[in-house]
């Protein structure tokens, strides 16, 4: 069965720090994934996806992901992360194609940014 | 930037009323989705709705629960007698397409309070 691991459930970093999400997924295909972030109050924000092609996948508001095969990840990235970026962020993969088009989405990760 | 949007953004019911969640999902789209979070879980999905029927549902979609495009542009979740366990974030999603160059954009929830 499909299924989508954020092993981090918290991360802490300061101000102007890189940042690395963790995501890994469980599929027999080469999966569509996804990263949407949810700010306090708001709703889910699509921050990239990876279809296919290039590996390296840039997003909004500086973000990228890496898809790596061989080690069933989709990480997110962010090489100098700002107080605004507070926010969960949750990994999915989907939809598969044939009668299902529904999202799997992972347990999110919430990203607190020290000053 | 169109925008999918819900209303209400948060709706508090007694256990065994009705309630009914309001969408109005991206006008070009065709293909239309409801998901739910639990309080500190991850995102659920519901059902998927195209054509003016169902293609898929989940476990969590049981009789309560119904789906609904009354007009052109409204898209709707009913439940029909509301439990505890029902209290959550209700997030509608659309998509232009389905397959494997979907991509779902989501509206800013629906929290559900069933006392």
């Known amino acids: 069965a499909q299924s989508v691991t954020q092993p981090d459930i918290h991360i802490t970093v300061s101000e102007g720090a890189s940042l690395e999400l963790r995501c890994n997924y469980s599929?027999?295909?080469?999966?569509?994934l996804f990263w949407y972030v949810q700010s306090p109050g708001q709703g889910l924000q699509l921050l990239l996806k990876y279809f296919s092609g290039d590996t390296l996948v840039q997003g909004i508001k500086g973000f990228e992901a890496e898809f790596k095969r061989s080690q069933s990840s989709f990480n997110l990235r962010k090489p100098s992360v700002h107080w605004s970026d507070a926010a969960e962020y949750f990994c999915?993969?989907?939809?598969?194609?044939?009668?299902?088009?529904?999202?799997?989405f992972g347990t999110g990760t919430l990203l607190a940014v020290q000053p | 930037e169109p925008e999918v949007t819900q209303t209400p953004s948060h709706q508090v019911t007694q256990m065994g009323q009705e309630v009914i969640l309001r969408c109005v999902p991206i006008s070009n789209h065709l293909y239309f989705y409801w998901y739910r979070q639990i309080l500190g879980q991850k995102v659920e999905f519901l059902v998927s709705?195209?054509?003016?029927?169902?293609?898929?549902k989940s476990e969590i979609f049981d009789d309560q629960f119904s789906v609904e495009r009354p007009d052109g542009s409204n898209f709707t979740l009913k439940i029909r007698s509301t439990k505890l366990e029902d209290s959550a974030m209700y997030f509608c999603a659309s998509s232009s397409r389905t397959g494997w160059s979907d991509t779902q954009y989501f509206g800013p929830g629906t929290r559900l309070t069933v006392l």
């Open positions: 709705f195209y054509n003016n029927e169902i293609s898929e």
């Open positions: 599929y027999g295909a080469t999966p569509y």
């Open positions: 999915a993969v989907g939809p598969f194609g044939g009668a299902t088009n529904k999202l799997i």
